[in-house]
């Protein structure tokens, strides 16, 4: 069974810090891993999707990578803002149409 | 030109009620699912629908029914609700069985009271 973690749990920095989130699954056999973020009281928005075939993939500010060997991905936010600010998830999509989510970051960049 | 929309944002109703979520999205995509955050903000899945047949159904308790009329729409009715059942409920969709990644909705807020 497939299991999901993130760490760490919760991150206070101050604004242009560059930090990285991680992400660890049990099970290397995945299709592919998608990093969302929710804000307070929203739904999720789908931040980058990293094939398994993919080593990372990137979006502005952001770089995910996937090591599946290791079971591992890490979220790269570059020149943090008080804008990037919200719960940021991770999920691995086992196939069968199933996606198990991590237990999420809560990030706090402060100005 | 929202992709994936749940009606209603909110739902609060008393303990014992039937209530209905509605969701459509627009994305041409042939899977639908309902997931699950609880209190502590963990999301899991409910049920996912491919072309209007159910595939997965998590262990959840049968007084949550799905139904789906089309590949569009995926709706979730609750009978006899519990307090338990206070949860944000997300519909999502995607192509296939999901290879292609995840789009959202952006939730109701479930409050048994």
């Known amino acids: 069974k497939q299991e999901v973690t993130q760490i760490p749990a919760a991150l206070s920095v101050p604004e242009g810090e560059n930090l990285v989130l991680n992400c660890s699954f049990t099970d290397s056999a995945i299709y592919n891993l998608q990093w969302f973020r929710q804000d307070p009281g929203k739904g999720l928005t789908s931040l980058l999707l990293?094939?398994?075939?993919?080593r990372e993939q990137t979006s502005g500010r952001l770089n995910a990578s996937l090591d599946k060997s290791s079971g591992r991905s890490t979220l790269y936010i570059a020149a943090s803002q008080p804008g990037d600010s919200a719960t940021y998830l991770c999920?691995?999509?086992?196939?069968?149409?199933?996606?198990?989510f991590g237990t999420g970051t809560r990030l706090l960049v402060s100005p | 030109d929202t992709a994936v929309s749940q009606t209603p944002k909110y739902l609060v109703t008393q303990m014992g009620n039937d209530k209905s979520i509605k969701c459509e999205q627009n994305?041409?995509?042939?899977?639908m699912y309902w997931y699950k955050q609880d209190s502590k903000k963990f999301l899991k899945i409910m049920f996912s629908?491919?072309?209007?047949?159910?595939?997965i159904n998590e262990t959840v308790p049968n007084r949550f029914s799905p139904k789906s009329p089309d590949k569009a729409h995926l709706n979730l009715h609750i009978n006899s609700l519990e307090l338990g059942d206070s949860a944000v409920y997300f519909c999502a969709s995607s192509e296939g069985q999901g290879a292609g990644g995840y789009t959202f909705g952006s939730g109701t807020r479930l409050t048994v009271v």
């Open positions: 629908y491919n072309n209007k047949e159910l595939i």
């Open positions: 994305l041409g995509h042939d899977t």
């Open positions: 990293i094939q398994s075939s993919q």
């Open positions: 999920a691995a999509y086992t196939g069968f149409q199933k996606l198990v």
